[in-house]
């Protein structure tokens, strides 16, 4: 999901569709994978700026 702002609303939105969504972990293991943790969006629920505090996470 792209947002086309970064407004809180938009971003909250987009959460609460994947927080249903049968395939949100795949959707977050392919950005983490495809290198996608730092592009705007939401991917598997997660905002850029938790994709990369994710794989920071990870890599220690």
Do not use: W
């Amino acid at each position: 999901f792209f947002a086309q702002t970064e407004l809180a609303a938009t971003v909250a939105e987009a959460k609460k569709l994947c927080s249903v969504c049968p395939l949100r972990q795949v959707c977050l293991d392919t950005a983490m994978t495809r290198g996608q943790v730092g592009q705007h969006g939401i991917f598997g629920g997660l905002t850029a700026g938790e994709r990369r505090a994710l794989k920071k996470g990870q890599s220690r």
